[in-house]
């Protein structure tokens, strides 16, 4: 349940359902995103509790001091699958964790719709696309999706020590489902965690979500 009043979306993404034949497109630009603030300020990450996979409820909170990645996924969608069904994203979640960072994994979609899992089928997701992350997270009213503006899959935040959100957006420069288009791309969850790491300014704080629209409830 969030704890704190959920922060409206700065503006509506124009996505199509995505199925699994989806074409690639990315989403149109919008003005603003609610996770990163006005004027290179970071903005404050929304506090939250949910389930996660094993049926232990997880807080936000609990990982104050560390840095936190936030990925909404979607096993249907076809640009979750090109990061996926290559390897990058678990490879990337397990550099993170090893770098002792929370990396949160949150399932948004609305129960009936493509990708919504719970229990048994929770861990079997988990299991089956050997995912490195911390914890895998329920979200099926999408309160927590809706608080953060997570628009597509993938979607990804990160958020420093002290809550604070420093990227939000799309994963990468690629905006595709095509595997090869891995190659080359410049990740931007990785080149946030390297500056975090080094404590630097964040080269790039939002990047233009794409992907698959996320299937909140009454929206899938």
């Known amino acids: ?5 959920i922060l409206a ?9 995505c199925q699994q034949a989806e074409a690639p497109a990315s989403a149109p630009a919008v003005e603003a995103t609610p996770a990163v603030a006005n004027a290179g300020q970071a903005g404050v990450a929304p506090a939250f509790t949910l389930t996660d996979s094993e049926g232990v409820q997880r807080s936000l909170a609990d990982f104050r001091g560390k840095t936190v990645v936030i990925e909404w996924t979607n096993e249907g969608c076809p640009y979750v699958q090109k990061h996926y069904s290559s390897g990058a994203m678990q490879a990337l979640q397990r550099d993170a964790v090893g770098d002792d960072v929370v990396w949160l994994t949150v399932i948004s979609s609305a129960p009936g719709s493509q990708g919504y899992v719970e229990g048994e089928a929770a861990r079997a997701w988990k299991a089956r696309n050997s995912a490195h992350s911390t914890h895998l997270l329920l ?4 309160t927590v999706g809706k608080a953060y503006g997570a ?19 799309g994963i990468d420069d690629r905006p595709t489902n095509k595997v090869e288009d891995l190659e ?3 990740n931007f969850v990785r080149a946030a965690l390297e500056d975090v790491e080094a404590n630097r300014p964040i080269r790039t704080a939002y990047a ?5 629209s996320i299937k909140y409830p009454g929206e899938a």
């Open 1 to 5: 349940m969030i704890r704190l009043p």
């Open 9 to 17: 979306a700065a503006a509506a993404l124009t996505l199509a359902a």
């Open 139 to 142: 979200d099926p009213e999408g």
């Open 151 to 169: 628009m597509t899959t993938p979607d990804m935040r990160v958020i420093d020590g002290e809550g604070r959100i420093l990227f939000a957006g």
């Open 184 to 186: 080359g791309a410049n």
């Open 208 to 212: 233009q979500p794409y992907g698959c």
